[in-house]
């Protein structure tokens, strides 16, 4: 694992995390329940192993989407061997984590471009594919 530590948190700072190392896969999703969670047009967000993340704080979790109860910011979908981090709940802006993916391309608001480096999914990408 490399030494690259990345810490992160919701927005009032009850909920504070660290993830080490780079992660698994990143990208973006379009789906109706990532804009309707992330209340924008997509969600954008890194994968780590779980065992590469560490929080400290109370998070409250509806149907597999960690939150802070307190400010309600979504901080991460925390499952036994992954933790999928919003990219936007970084410190410091991730800016060496381009997508490598899109999900649910085809909700994809019109006046936003596909990324032409990252692989294109109509609905969810099968987990079982390397990207």
């Not at 009032?12 to 995390?17: I, L, N, P, Y």
């Not at 973006?28 to 192993?49: E, N, Q, V």
């Not at 709940?89 to 999900?103: H, I, N, R």
């Amino acid at each position: 694992m490399s030494d690259i530590r990345r810490q992160g948190g919701c927005l009032c700072g009850a909920v504070r995390f660290t993830v080490s190392g780079q992660p698994l896969r990143t990208g973006l999703c379009h789906c109706l329940d990532c804009r309707k969670t992330s209340g924008s047009t997509f969600s954008a967000f890194a994968i780590w192993p779980r065992s590469a993340y560490e929080a400290t704080g109370k998070l409250g979790t509806h149907e597999g989407r960690s939150f802070c109860p307190r400010c309600g910011s979504r901080v991460a979908s925390l499952r036994p061997d992954e933790a999928e981090v919003m990219i936007g709940s970084f410190d410091e802006a991730p800016t060496d984590l381009a997508p490598q993916y899109e999900l649910w391309i085809g909700r994809r608001e019109t006046w936003l471009q596909h990324l032409p480096w990252a692989e294109q999914f109509e609905h969810d990408r099968d987990d079982m594919q390397p990207v």
